[in-house]
């Protein structure tokens, strides 16, 4: 049993989040350890700074409740995943199979399941652990340890708890009720899907762009309204909305498959999903209507949306694969990064939307679909 | 007319469907085939959902050139149907109605039949698979389509609905010379047709029999 809810549960958390994982342990604390600074710092400093960072984790109260919150934060999100994967049909048969082994060897199962899961915050514990103790510190080091233990526990018996219990399914949701009376048009349906199944991704989309706008406004306090600002801030808003278009993929070619026998032209359905994108990028649309100058505003949400749409073709072309989706993204973001610094990026417009249109028209009649 | 020319269908070098030249006359044909002989993956096809090589055409309007004008005129039912959660039954006939053309009281005619009235309101999350499979029917039927294919229509619905499902399928045919594609294992029950062709799909290749 401990293979096959691995297999479903943890290997499938890693693969739907990829990215996410990615950024947050790859980028941010490799950064941390491997950063090259600009100019000679003794690698004395380095070790020392490094053991720093570490150390602050396992002595200072405030790292830890920070870290702990980041340790919550995780828990809850592969809870919810596991939580959203035990209600798709397919999974189903957990519900009329686990369910008849003894609930002790269900919680040693679903421990295990949430311990690779946890793998990562495991691994950068116990390293943090040994520092501590290396260093005398006791108290700090043991108590992470054994937090993270309670919560790999409490999150398993959550999952035993769950999947024993009676399957009650609701008549609508909140997103649903309040939007019953709304029309709903065929371009603004994934802009509900995300109201009704993706507010987690999606207040962490616009956390992480409002950190960005936030930090804009603050270190460009006199140029904030800078034609060059907005067309770089858009460029990296658009790029933090990735997951977002990934997840529109998979809604439009599962949930809305049926909409590929709809009697609507190819540049219809390459145009119309930038409705959706209007409403979504609305708090972005509207710092750039207050910062910048009305024509440059113009410019830069066409920029905008030239890159939005040539993410989304690029999903048309290699289909649901997060792996080759983020390295098309990094590719074209350094490209359109190096078109700013050397000011072309204009060029890029014309030549982003006459590209992703060929590859959407090409790619649209998916190949990746078995049927 | 369904007019097929030099039509292939494969993933990868694998070919799953292969008919040099075919032409099918408006009626109903049953396609029958084992499992994983490309019953749907034709059906698909024909209906503008994957990718082939060659050429599909309806009463000469071909599939690749006139895209929006042959989807107006072929409908299509899956075998299992999946639709947005958040959405009502209602709402989805709406964007049907509005994509296909069709009028409020051809739809209140096939849910009045099927039954269906009581929970349209509800969000298609709280469906079971047979409220989706009438649901994806009544879909299939609205506009005004040439050609309807239906896969798997026998599974998941009761034997009432059933009779519904073939009243229909005999009305617009008779009324509207509708034709009809539908792919099943099952038996279909022929009494109910003056006549029904059958078009057998084995190793790859269609083979039409009266």
Redesign the interface.
Known sequence: MTDILKKIFANGFYKIHAGALLFLFSTLIIYFFFINTLGTVPMWAVTEWNLAITLALVSSPLVLIIYLIVCLGYGFKSWQYVVKQLSVTHNEFLFYSTTSFRKYIQFKSWFLVQFKIFLPLWIYTIFATVIGLIYGYYILPISILLFLAFLNAFIAYGYVQKINSLVQ?????T??LL?KKWA?P?FI?FT??VL??MKLTFLITKIVSYLFIICVSLFFTETAGAFSVGTLTIIILITAHAIIIYKEYG?NE?????????????IKMFLGPCLNYAVILFPEILWLVTTQRFDHCGLIILLGFAILLLYRSIMYAIGNNMKRFLFWIFLIFNILFLGFLYTIIWYFVPMMLIISYLIFSRNY???H??? | MLYFNKFIKSYGSRTIVKIEEMELSNGIYWLKGVNGSGKSTLLKSVCGFLHFEGEISLNNISLKNSGVDYRKKINFADAEPIYPEFLTGNEMIKLFLKAKSGSITQAEYYIQSMDMGSYLNNPLGTYSSGMLKKLSLVLAFLGNPTLICLDEPLITIDTDSLSVLYQWIKEKYEKENTGFILSSHQPLDLSVFNKVSTLSLKDGKLHPSN
């Open positions: 399914k609701s008549a609508t949701t997103a649903g939007t709903k065929f349906l509900y899907q009704d199944k809604f599962h949930f809305l498959y049926f909409s590929h026998n709809f009697p609507f032209s190819k009649s998916n190949e679909l078995s049927d």
